[in-house]
């Protein structure tokens, strides 16, 4: 089986945002970067169905040369090769243009299964893998907690809300959009590192004519929206006077 | 025409298509607003009697059970019939498995978890979280198509909705000219219960500020009294001291209530991602410092065993 999984490259966790001058996109130059979170759990899922049923793992990331860290890192673990849409504009793009550039580069492969990542830590969309099954051709699903393979079939548990599920069943090739803490990721060892460094990073330029269908026109902080009424006094008068203001002023009661 | 796409299951519609609709009123400016619904049934008529547009409702057997093939193509049919002007929905599971796919298809931008609207009409831009809530974003769809907006759940206020004389229900008819692919199971849950916190309209939940499994009762009498459901965070949950379908936070349930009690509550992110939606936030602590004053309206700092006693008599005694 042939499977690829979509990475993306976005700040760390503890980064503290930092603007451009225009305040349309962050300082990346101030930035450290590591890889999307729930794009790790796709890549151990790929990496073991691989176990389970043979094939190849292929990482594929869209953006600057930087992205080439997080494709190495995932060939660290025990991706079998690479392909990076170099194109530096990538990272502020939006999900559909990601999506054209990674579909344009992942066409002619002809996966059986393309996972990622339910979204992404930086601009969270949520749309790049979905996006990408309608260009590549192929059925989806998304936020899966367990994937099944049989006889060019896919049968995945696909989380609802309010601790729902359900099992959704559909031909390969086949996109699946993964949740985290679908399994427990392993990292990479230091056999792994060395063999990384000889597999192979495939280098594709983007697509003429990508056009932006969102456009960032200002990024701030967020504002804190409430203002806290705290109610002082002994226990008894305080739940009176909260019970009269729920009742009175909020109206909730 | 802005065109909101509402969401039911077995002909119960989702609580969150008013924040929808909400969103589309914030919006309109005089512009009629249509509210479509797959499937239509109970939902539709529900929709129909609120008066706050014009219902369109979808009918057809490949919409009875969800999938995001037969959705897509049913909902880019009825986009191209209505030449909507925007389209708006819920930002909810089922809107994140399909829209991407639909905006792809239309070649339309798809705004996601929109927050807040600025302007009207075409000229309006959308704020939506980024970098997981350290920025906001303010975003401007290009191109000429119907931007697709999904509504973050709990930002517009499903009680807003201005309601008007009923309307007719239309039948639009759109052909699915593709078998579905997705072959899809019914729906279960791993829980023991079924509770939805979602559509509990009073919560009071409890942290660890509880202590133990036979305090609860503490709480649950204040949840009776008021005529809540009771909800908690992880650890209790985790601690089987409730169900873990009680549960509120990024792994348990999303609630947007009129009214949320956190008693004992410290307020760590993965909690208040659950709970931030809802309309007027109660918090009582021993702790001044807890992050779950930030986000409360009312406050007390003290022992809620001392205070929530007193609540739960004070509601009591003005209630006969």
């Not at chain 1, 989380?159 to 031909?171: A, N, R, T, Y």
């Not at chain 1, 806290?228 to 226990?235: D, E, F, L, Q």
């Not at chain 2, 093939?69 to 019939?81: H, K, M, Y």
């Not at chain 2, 609630?255 to 309309?279: C, D, E, F, N, T």
Request: net charge neutral; aromatic share 4%.
């Amino acid at each position: 089986m042939k499977i690829a999984v979509c990475i993306k490259q976005v700040p760390t966790r503890e980064w503290q945002p930092r603007l451009t001058d225009d305040r349309t996109w962050i300082r990346e130059a101030d930035a450290s970067f590591e890889m999307n979170e729930p794009d790790a759990y796709a890549l151990e899922e790929a990496l073991r169905l691989r176990e389970k049923h043979g094939g190849e793992v292929v990482v594929c990331s869209a953006g600057a040369a930087r992205v080439q860290q997080v494709i190495r890192e995932a060939l660290a673990r025990g991706a079998d090769r690479g392909i990076h849409v170099d194109d530096a504009g990538l990272g502020a793009a939006d999900g559909f243009m990601v999506a054209s550039a990674l579909a344009h580069a992942m066409r002619d492969e002809a996966f059986d299964l393309v996972l990622t990542g339910l979204q992404s830590d930086d601009q969270g969309h949520a749309q790049t893998g979905v996006a990408l099954a309608e260009l590549l051709g192929i059925p989806h699903s998304t936020i899966i907690m367990d994937v099944e393979v049989s006889d060019g079939r896919v049968r995945v548990k696909r989380e609802l809300e309010g601790g729902w599920f359900q099992w959704v069943s559909m031909p390969t090739p086949a996109l699946l959009t993964i949740q985290s803490g679908i399994n427990q990721l392993r990292y990479a060892t230091l056999k792994g590192i060395m063999a990384a460094k000889k597999k192979e990073i495939r280098s594709v330029a983007p697509p003429a004519g990508l056009t932006p269908g969102l456009k960032i026109v200002g990024l701030a902080l967020p504002s804190k929206s409430k203002q806290t009424a705290m109610i002082a006094g002994p226990p008894a008068q305080a739940a009176a006077e909260l019970v009269r203001r729920l009742r009175e002023e909020a109206r909730v009661l | 025409m802005i065109l909101v796409v509402a969401e039911q299951r077995a002909g119960a519609l989702n609580r969150a298509s008013w924040e929808a609709v909400a969103c589309a009123q914030q919006l309109a400016a005089g512009e009629p607003i249509a509210v479509l619904v797959a499937g239509g049934g109970d939902a539709a008529r529900q929709l129909a009697e609120a008066g706050v547009g014009e219902v369109l409702a979808l009918e057809d057997a490949a919409l009875a059970s969800y999938t995001p093939d037969a959705q897509v193509a049913a909902v880019a049919g009825a986009v191209s019939q209505t030449t909507p002007s925007v389209v708006i929905m819920a930002h909810t599971y089922q809107a994140r498995d399909y829209a991407p796919r639909l905006a792809a298809r239309l070649r339309v931008p798809l705004v996601a978890d929109v927050i807040g609207v600025k302007g009207s009409g075409s000229g309006a831009t959308f704020l939506r979280p980024m970098f997981q809530g350290k920025l906001v974003a303010e975003v401007a769809p290009q191109g000429t198509g119907p931007a697709i907006v999904t509504c973050q759940i709990g930002a517009f206020r499903a009680d807003a909705v201005a309601k008007g004389a009923p309307a007719t229900v239309r039948r639009l008819s759109v052909t699915l000219d593709a078998a579905s692919r997705q072959t899809v199971e019914p729906p279960f849950q791993e829980a023991r219960q079924a509770v939805d916190l979602g559509q509990a309209e009073r919560i009071v939940a409890v942290g660890r500020g509880i202590k133990a499994q036979d305090q609860i009762p503490v709480a649950e009498k204040l949840a009776a009294a008021m005529g809540a459901e009771i909800a908690a965070s992880r650890p209790i949950c985790d601690n089987g001291w409730l169900p873990m379908d009680r549960q509120v936070g990024s792994s348990g349930q999303t609630v947007a209530p009129k009214l949320y009690v956190a008693l004992g509550i410290s307020g760590a992110i993965q909690h208040l991602v659950g709970m931030k939606g809802a309309r007027t936030i109660v918090a009582i602590n021993k702790d001044p410092d807890a992050p779950i004053f930030e986000v409360a309206d009312y406050g007390i700092v003290g022992d809620l065993f001392d205070i929530v006693p007193a609540m739960t008599a004070e509601i009591e005694k003005q209630s006969h």
